[in-house]
C-alpha cells in the first residue's frame, strides 16, 4: 500500500474538519442561515470532498487502487443530518456518473446507499442520546457491506475485485468513518456547548436590564397611579375631564402589565425589523405570555 496516498486521503478529510469547525462557527454567528442552507452548504463541500477522495485514489498493490469516497458522505450525515449526506451523495454521484464506465450504476447506488445508511445510524444515535463510538464502527461496518452489496451489482468481474480488495476497504470503511466521526463530533458538541453558553449570558444579560428597567418605571409608575387615584376622587364622576384620568389609569395598568412580564423573561425571542426599525425584544413571548 502507498502511505502517501492513505496520508493524502486523510489530509482531505482533515481539510473537511477544519471547514466545518471554521464554517459552523461562522453560521451560528451570523444567525441568519436556516437549517436547509447550512444543509446545502455542508452537501456541497463534502460532496466535493467525496470527489477529491475518488480522485486521490489510494494504491494498494501495482495498478490496483481503492478510494474513501464514503467517508465524508458518513461523516457529514452524522454531523450535519440526512439532507447534508444526501446532497453531498447527489454531487458524488453525479461525478461518479460523468467517469462513466461498466461500475457507474453500481458506483452512484453505493453512494447514495452510503447516505441512507448513514441516516438510519444517526436516528439510531439520536435515540440513545447522541453519537458514540458504537454508533460510528457500527456505521464503518455498515458501509463496508453497502461497498461489498455495490461490488455484487458487477457480478464476477466484482466479487473477483472484491476478493482482491476487501481488506483495503474494511480498513477505509470501518478505520474512516469510526476514527473521523470523534473529531467531527467533537468539534460540533464544543461548538454547540460554545453556543448554549453564549446564548445563556445573552440571556442574563437581557433579564438583568429588563428587571432593572422594571424597578425603575415601577417606581415612577406608582406615583402616577398615586396621583391618579386622588385626581378621579376630586373630579366629578361623569365629567370630560374624569374621562380623561380614567384613559389615564388604563394606560398605568397596561404599563403595570408590561413590568410585570419585564420581570418574567425567560427567553429571547425577537420582533422582526420593518423597514428602517430593527429587530426588538418580544416581551410577550419572552415571558412565555404571547
Do not use: C
Amino acid at each position: 500500500m502507498d502511505f502517501h496516498h492513505v496520508i493524502e486521503a486523510a489530509g482531505i478529510v482533515f481539510l473537511g474538519l477544519v471547514f466545518y469547525s471554521y464554517a459552523r462557527r461562522w453560521l451560528a454567528s451570523a444567525g441568519r442561515i436556516d437549517h436547509w442552507r447550512r444543509s446545502l452548504l455542508n452537501g456541497l463541500v463534502f460532496g466535493l470532498l467525496a470527489v477529491a477522495l475518488m480522485i486521490s485514489r489510494i494504491e494498494v498493490s501495482p495498478r490496483i487502487f481503492v478510494d474513501a469516497r464514503a467517508v465524508p458522505i458518513a461523516l457529514v450525515t452524522l454531523v450535519e443530518g440526512g439532507w447534508a449526506g444526501l446532497i453531498a451523495a447527489l454531487v458524488a454521484a453525479a461525478y461518479r456518473l460523468w467517469l462513466g464506465g461498466p461500475g457507474a450504476l453500481a458506483g452512484v447506488l453505493g453512494l447514495l446507499a452510503t447516505a441512507g445508511t448513514a441516516a438510519l445510524a444517526l436516528a439510531w444515535a439520536r435515540r440513545e442520546g447522541g453519537v458514540r463510538a458504537r454508533h460510528a464502527f457500527a456505521l464503518g461496518g455498515a458501509v463496508f457491506v453497502v461497498t461489498f452489496a455495490s461490488f455484487l451489482l458487477l457480478g464476477a468481474r466484482g466479487l473477483e475485485m472484491f476478493a482482491r480488495d476487501w481488506l483495503p476497504l474494511l480498513v477505509v470503511s470501518v478505520g474512516g468513518v469510526g476514527g473521523f466521526t470523534r473529531l467531527f463530533t467533537d468539534v460540533a458538541n464544543a461548538q454547540a456547548a460554545e453556543a448554549a453558553r453564549r446564548d445563556a449570558a445573552e440571556l442574563r444579560a437581557v433579564t438583568l436590564l429588563a428587571r432593572a428597567a422594571a424597578h425603575e418605571i415601577n417606581n415612577a409608575l406608582m406615583v402616577v397611579a398615586g396621583g391618579l387615584a386622588i385626581l378621579a376622587r376630586r373630579l366629578p364622576a361623569d365629567s370630560e375631564d374624569a374621562q380623561w384620568a380614567q384613559r389615564a389609569r388604563e394606560g398605568v395598568n397596561t404599563v403595570t402589565d408590561i413590568v410585570k412580564r419585564m420581570n418574567a423573561i425567560t427567553q429571547i425571542e425577537e420582533v422582526p425589523g420593518r423597514g428602517r426599525l430593527s429587530p426588538m425584544l418580544d416581551i410577550r413571548r419572552s415571558s412565555g405570555s404571547g
